[in-house]
Nanobody
């Protein structure tokens, strides 16, 4: 059974930085792509960044050059380093992965961590 738990959110001023962590509980972490999503109030959830297995990370245009996704496979952790934060980055940040179970792909989500950027 896979579980994801995020941490590291908080309140920060515009221009500041935060580093989010996602703890993966389960096996074979190093075989799964990991992603960060965010959802602002009244808006749909959007993909922020993905770190595939053995490939380059992918970023939303709105965060390119400011955010960095990474992973520590021995520790079963994924990270999102956020620099140059803007008020529009405010939202609930969740980590996500897909796990194959037989013929099915199952989505797993963490509960999320709140990021609030003040102007």
């Amino acid at each position: 059974q896979v579980q994801l738990v995020e941490s590291g959110g908080g309140l920060v001023q515009a221009g500041g930085s935060l580093k989010l962590s996602c703890r993966f509980t389960g096996s074979d972490f190093n075989t799964y792509a990991m992603s960060w999503y965010r959802q602002a109030p009244g808006k749909e959830r959007e993909l922020v960044a993905t770190i595939p297995v053995g490939a380059s990370a992918i970023y939303a245009d709105s965060v390119k050059g400011r955010f960095t996704i990474s992973r520590d496979n021995p520790k079963n952790l994924a990270y999102l380093q956020m620099d140059g934060l803007k008020p529009e980055d405010t939202g609930l940040y969740s980590c996500h992965t897909k796990v194959a179970r037989g013929w099915n792909l199952i989505d797993y989500w963490g509960p999320g961590t709140q990021v609030t950027v003040s102007s």
